[in-house]
C-alpha cells in the first residue's frame, strides 16, 4: 500500500526558533499533499495544499509567512514553522493522495513550543 | 457551508456488543467519503472510500454504508482493540479539499 513517511515524530524547541517537519511519499509519486494541524480531542483542520514545483494554497486563517511550505520534488514536502510560539505547539500531519488507496496520511508530528 | 458532522462525540461499548457510528454531510456534490482509524498520537489510517449512495463496503469487523446525506460504520462484535478515533471525511466534486468530521471515539470494554 502507499506510505508516507513523515519526520520528527516529536520535537521540542525553543519560542522564537524555527522547526522543519519532512513528509515523504516513499512508493508512489505525490503531485499534492495537505498539511492539517490538529489540537487535543479535534478535528484535523487543513492548513494549506502543497503543489509540486508551486506556491502552496493556503487556508483561510493561515499565516503563510509562519508556516513555509516547500514541495520541491513528487515525494518530498517540507513545513517549516518559522519564530514558533507556545501557541503553535500542536500535532501537525501531512497526508498524500494515492491511486487507490484515498489519501494516504504520515504517522504526525507533536510539536512542543517552550 | 460544507460540513461533516459526527456522533456520538463517544461511545463505549462492551466486548461483542455491535453498534454503528454516523456521519452526516453537507456538500453540494460528492467526490467520495473517508472513513479513517486514528490511534493516539498518529495519523488517521484509511479504512474506506465510498463513492455513491447505496455503496457498501467490508473489513474484518467493519462495514461502511453510505446513503446520499450520511453513512454508518457499523462495528459487529467489537474487540478492545478496535479502540480508536474513527474519522469520516468528505471531498467535495470537482476538487480534492478534504473536510473532516470532529470525530467519534471508541472505546471497547473487555
Known amino acids: 500500500g502507499a506510505v508516507v513517511s513523515q519526520h520528527p515524530s516529536r520535537v521540542i524547541c525553543k519560542s522564537g526558533t524555527s522547526v522543519k517537519i519532512e513528509c515523504r511519499s516513499l512508493?508512489?509519486?505525490?503531485?499534492?499533499m495537505f498539511w492539517y494541524r490538529q489540537f487535543p480531542k479535534q478535528s484535523l483542520m487543513l492548513m494549506a495544499t502543497?503543489?509540486?514545483?508551486?506556491?502552496?494554497?493556503?487556508e483561510q486563517g493561515v499565516e503563510k509567512d509562519k508556516f513555509l511550505i516547500n514541495h520541491a520534488s513528487l515525494t518530498l514536502s517540507t513545513l517549516t514553522v518559522t519564530s514558533a510560539h507556545p501557541e503553535d505547539s500542536s500535532f501537525y500531519i501531512c497526508s498524500a493522495r494515492s491511486q487507490g488507496y484515498g489519501y494516504t496520511f504520515g504517522s504526525g508530528t507533536r510539536l512542543t513550543v517552550v | 457551508e460544507d460540513q461533516v458532522t459526527q456522533s456520538p462525540e463517544a461511545l463505549r461499548l462492551q466486548e461483542g456488543e455491535s453498534s454503528s457510528l454516523n456521519c452526516s454531510y453537507t456538500?453540494?456534490?460528492?467526490?467520495?467519503l473517508f472513513w479513517y482509524r486514528q490511534d493516539p498520537g498518529k495519523g488517521p489510517e484509511f479504512l474506506f472510500t465510498?463513492?455513491?449512495a447505496g455503496e457498501e463496503k467490508e473489513k474484518e469487523r467493519l462495514k461502511a454504508t453510505l446513503t446520499k446525506k450520511e453513512s454508518f460504520l457499523h462495528i459487529t462484535a467489537p474487540k478492545p482493540e478496535d479502540s480508536a478515533t474513527y474519522l469520516c471525511a468528505v471531498v467535495e466534486s470537482g476538487g480534492f479539499k478534504t473536510i473532516f468530521g470532529a470525530g467519534t471515539r471508541l472505546f471497547v470494554k473487555a
Open positions: 465510498l463513492y455513491s
Open positions: 512508493d508512489f509519486q505525490a503531485t499534492t
Open positions: 456538500v453540494s456534490g460528492l467526490r467520495g
Open positions: 502543497s503543489n509540486e514545483g508551486s506556491k502552496a494554497t493556503y
